[in-house]
């Protein structure tokens, strides 16, 4: 019988993945390897976006001079 976790393949294999950890040094060697996986993406994609002409210098100073705190109301 099938049991059903609401949880598709990939997901099921990296808790199975996860059940094999037995140290925090483990844990975190596994930590940094999907933090760098994800990195790798985010920088292919950057690239992929500046190769399209989608992303230039101007909308990266645009970003850093973006005001992005939630403005705060005091109660007077």
């Known amino acids: 019988m099938e049991q059903v976790t609401g ?4 997901q099921m294999e990296f808790l ?7 140290t925090e040094e483990e844990l ?3 930590r940094k ?7 790798r993406k985010i920088d292919e994609e950057m690239d992929q ?5 989608k992303w230039d210098n101007e909308k990266n100073e645009a970003i850093l001079k973006e005001h992005l705190r939630t403005p705060y109301k005091y109660a007077k």
Do not use: P, T
Not at 16 to 22: A, F, N, T
Not at 33 to 39: F, G, L, T
Not at 49 to 53: D, K, P, R, S, V
């Open 28 to 30: 975190n060697e596994l």
């Open 7 to 10: 949880l598709n393949a990939a």
């Open 49 to 53: 976006l500046w190769a399209e002409g």
């Open 33 to 39: 390897v999907v933090c760098d996986y994800y990195a």
């Open 16 to 22: 199975q993945l996860l059940g094999r950890i037995k």
